[in-house]
């Protein structure tokens, strides 16, 4: 077993992100923070450490148990991480997305695509928290 690893790969291999660029990504929109602190992407993380991913609504919080580089099976994530994530962070999943309600007029029909970018964009700015 290793000593350190890639924040990006240990977040992939313990399956918090489906693959590691979108744990790369993450790393580099400040959504990853080890220890209170944001990280890049090739950040060496060590047992132990604290490991904050916000993916909207929820911030969830794992402590490392232990480093692996390769893709474990679910099963196995425990071994790996602890998810320390508190109980009111977890609440908000349970909050509806559709209490927020976008009315169209009746009778406009499907939206074109440029009000469907429109929409995306309040929806966006609405659940992501860009930095």
């Given at each position: ?8 790969k240990w977040l992939w291999a313990v399956r918090i992100f489906k693959s ?46 232990g480093l692996v580089s390769n893709r474990q099976p679910a099963k196995n ?50 659940y992501l928290e860009d930095d």
């Amino acid at each position: 077993m290793e000593e350190e690893i890639r924040i990006d790969k240990w977040l992939w291999a313990v399956r918090i992100f489906k693959s590691r660029s979108d744990a790369a990504e993450a790393c580099r929109m400040n959504r990853v923070t080890v220890n209170g602190s944001y990280c890049k992407p090739s950040r060496e993380l060590r047992e132990g450490d604290t490991v904050e991913v916000r993916k909207l609504p929820v911030t969830y919080s794992f402590r490392v148990k232990g480093l692996v580089s390769n893709r474990q099976p679910a099963k196995n994530v425990p071994l790996y991480a602890d998810n320390i994530t508190p109980q009111t962070e977890l609440d908000k999943l349970n909050i509806p997305r559709e209490t927020i309600f976008i009315s169209r007029d009746r009778g406009t029909g499907r939206p074109t695509k440029k009000e469907r970018r429109e929409i995306d964009a309040l929806m966006d700015g609405i659940y992501l928290e860009d930095d």
